[in-house]
């Protein structure tokens, strides 16, 4: 069946550094990808999307870009601040049954000032 | 325009009682979605309802749980005699029409963490 599989965490960076988290997918056809955030004692809010291959997200400074011929959708930003600390999750949502959102683990990201 | 609402947030309960966790769909919305989060692991799908009507149920356990979306009031996980694999954290979402692709996409509460003693 489909499924995600993300970097394990938890990530830490220092304020403005780089940061990538990786995610890869198994799924037939063409999956649409996501990866949502959660704050604590937040619920998961969607931080960007994509449709198809070569399709990039973006949002709040934030990028995925859907590559097909690596099955992958890593996250990344060019410099990360302390207010990004928070959960990342990323999640496909297959071809059948298309409302069942399929997740990764998660990855929790502490950025320390 | 208020979020998804869960209720409680928190949850404790001792083997044997009944859970009821409680999700309010953003106003609009019509069409609810339960996941399951089991400690250091993804959320897992278990039921997606319409306003009166279970369309797929296929990730609930077969034993002990039950949902339901009234046609006045929130949708109600329903977990009878609670045991110690139970403690998890419960998200509901919810959609105006059904979810699929980058249209219509889910929105998430901020989930109610149930403990069983």
């Known amino acids: 069946g489909d499924s995600v599989t993300q970097m394990e965490g938890p990530v830490t960076l220092s304020e403005e550094a780089f940061l990538t988290i990786n995610c890869t997918y198994t799924?037939?056809?063409?999956?649409?990808l996501f990866w949502y955030v959660q704050y604590p004692g937040e619920g998961l809010q969607l931080l960007l999307k994509?449709?198809?291959?070569?399709d990039k997200g973006s949002n709040k400074g934030f990028e995925a870009t859907y590559r097909k011929e690596t099955t992958s959708f890593h996250l990344e930003k060019g410099s990360v601040q302390v207010s990004d600390s928070a959960v990342y999750f990323c999640?496909?949502?297959?071809?059948?049954?298309?409302?069942?959102?399929?997740f990764g683990s998660g990855t929790r990201l502490l950025v320390r000032p | 325009n208020a979020g998804v609402m869960q209720n409680p947030r928190h949850l404790v309960r001792r083997r044997g009682q009944e859970a009821r966790l409680r999700c309010s769909p953003m106003?609009?919305?019509?069409?609810v979605y339960w996941y399951r989060q089991l400690p250091e692991e993804g959320l897992k799908f278990m039921v997606y309802?319409?306003?009166?009507?279970?369309?797929?149920e296929s990730g609930m356990p077969k034993e002990r749980f039950s949902a339901e979306f009234p046609k006045e009031g929130p949708s109600i996980l329903r977990i009878q005699q609670v045991v110690r694999g139970d403690s998890a954290a419960y998200f509901c979402?919810?959609?105006?029409?059904?979810?699929?692709?980058?249209?219509?996409?889910?929105?998430f509460g901020a989930g109610t963490r149930l403990s069983v003693l």
């Open positions: 979402a919810s959609s105006p029409l059904r979810a699929g692709g980058t249209k219509n996409i889910q929105y």
């Open positions: 309802l319409q306003k009166e009507n279970i369309i797929d």
């Open positions: 799924a037939t056809g063409y999956p649409s």
């Open positions: 994509a449709t198809k291959a070569d």
């Open positions: 106003k609009g919305h019509s069409h």
């Open positions: 999640a496909l949502s297959g071809m059948d049954s298309s409302y069942k959102l399929i």
